[in-house]
């Protein structure tokens, strides 16, 4: 919110002019005059649920009409009068989030009992009330659901009839958060290159696994201090990148994959002598000299179910490689597949992938591969009515997985943050031109 004003500025207001101002303050006109219009809304319905606050947790019952006499109350002879929960809160683009505290006799239970009735005075989609620790609850106010709409990626905006990057290419640190999406609670899913390992993205056609695979690529391009390689068969992930990448393949041969994969592994291993003389046992610091390897593998079926067998074993030991020892040297390993199942990905493979992200999926068994817990979640992946762009997730240091909707990244976008990055210096190779 604003700062209060000075002395000298509060001396200048005439009374009209003060309440102008504390009206402003109190409705957040400041911060509304350039937020978008789902935050404007958000913000007007905080000020709604701040005048209403005491009429209507005494109304509900939420507040203690009758508190003990304190000692000033007793030595005054007086009876205090009702007492109301304490109030924050903040707007965001799809909702208000309220912080509270329990009273005396009122606790978590009897904030649930009264949820629908809060929903309706405060003309919500959905509230969920949790309790993160004793005597503290968090009320989240939903006025839209953030499953049903698009949101749009940071890294570009509409301009005219195309895209327009907004980030200056080399920006980003390999510790930046990555912004997938938004949960089904409007909070944001996030991780970073470097404060991850290695992550898979699965999911059918049509199922938004390219809107996610976007925003994965499209951060490492714009990272400094960092060399991404891509492995794509098809060219249809790699096309936007294939100026920008440190290296990039198309070939459909799995030992070209496996050589490319080989060639960065020992490229990592010349970071050995860092462990005696950082003393340490994980390179975690990274530099132009010393940069951080992502490594991309899209249609993985195409390498590890090749009919030469001598060839898929190949790239089946270098990705094993890869997969087993990179990361303590500053690599890092995201596969895209639709079917990662086991005869696609070996168990080892799978057991280094820490980040897991699945759009829709065919089977219970498909969602399984990724999330072995998958039959206790309340949610599922293999449902083939979840639209685009919405699937599931547990990336960074999410405590559990949630489902999510990803931010919108198309590939036209890309091409456009391509061009920022060539411009900017950035063209390692020609359009067209071999690996």
Known sequence: MTDLPTLAEAASLTGGGLAAWATAHYYALPHALWADRHTRRALYRRAAIRRGWKRQTRQLGLGVAQPVPGWLDRALNRQPGPQHP????????????????????????EWVKQSEHLRNAWRAERIKITQPEPGRLNLRVLLRDPLADDAPSPLVAASGSGWRCTVTPGSLDPYDPILWGYDDDGHPVTSSLAGGVHGLIAGATRSGKSIGANTLLAVASLTRNVRLTIIDPNLATAAPWWRTA????????????????????DELEGNKALFWESRTDRVSEFTEDRPLHVVVIDELPNYTRHPDRKKSERFAAALLRFASQSAKFGGRLWLIAQKPGADVLSTTVRMNLSARICYRVDTGEDFEHL???????????????????????????????????????????CWSIADAICAAGGQRRESGSAA
């Open 86 to 109: 304490w109030l924050r809160a903040t707007a965001d683009q799809y909702g208000v989030t309220i912080r509270t505290g329990t009273m005396l006799g009122v606790g978590l239970d």
């Open 246 to 265: 440190y290296r990039v393949t198309d070939s459909s041969d799995p030992d070209d994959a496996a050589a490319v994969l080989n060639a960065v592994s």
């Open 371 to 413: 999330f072995p817990e998958g039959r206790s979640l309340p949610f599922t992946a293999a449902d083939r009515s979840l639209p685009p762009g919405v699937g599931v997730a547990a990336v960074g240091s999410m405590p559990a997985p949630v489902r999510f909707r990803s931010v919108h990244l198309p590939t036209e976008a």
